[in-house]
């Protein structure tokens, strides 16, 4: 666990190049997450499945909201180069990602819901 405390350390700033590593270290955790669901399946139990679900709706939360704060700055036009983007551009932009984050907010719902049947019954 102290791995995770030193990574959370190493992305603490506000660079660009901490964003993109967070997406490579958040790419690489769905990766091994897919192959331990697919190759050790068995070996979890239900309450680790709860956990997992659980952990995957605040995943999801989280980009679901990262995604609004893309699109409010992108309206703003914060971004670099967003400034010299045509205004239709700039919409496209903005509707595909909150289509995005839409989708993930419906995610989110879902996977709170499949929580729900986990830890206590049908909901």
């Not at 958040?26 to 139990?45: F, K, N, T, V």
């Not at 995610?107 to 830890?119: E, F, S």
């Amino acid at each position: 666990m102290k791995t995770i405390y030193v990574v959370d350390e190493m992305l603490a700033s506000f660079e660009p190049a901490n964003s993109l590593a967070a997406i490579e270290v958040m790419r690489i955790c769905a990766e091994r997450l897919g192959e331990y669901m697919e190759h050790a399946a068995a070996s979890h139990d239900l309450a680790d499945l709860s956990r997992l679900v659980c952990g995957l709706a605040l995943i999801q939360a989280n980009l679901a909201q990262a995604m609004e704060r893309m699109v409010h700055n992108s309206d703003k036009r914060a971004f670099k180069g967003t400034a010299d983007m045509p205004a239709r551009t700039l919409r496209a932009l903005a509707f595909h990602l909150r289509c995005a984050g839409a989708c993930g907010g419906m995610l989110t719902g879902n996977l709170r819901d499949a929580y729900g049947v986990l830890d206590g019954g049908v909901r």
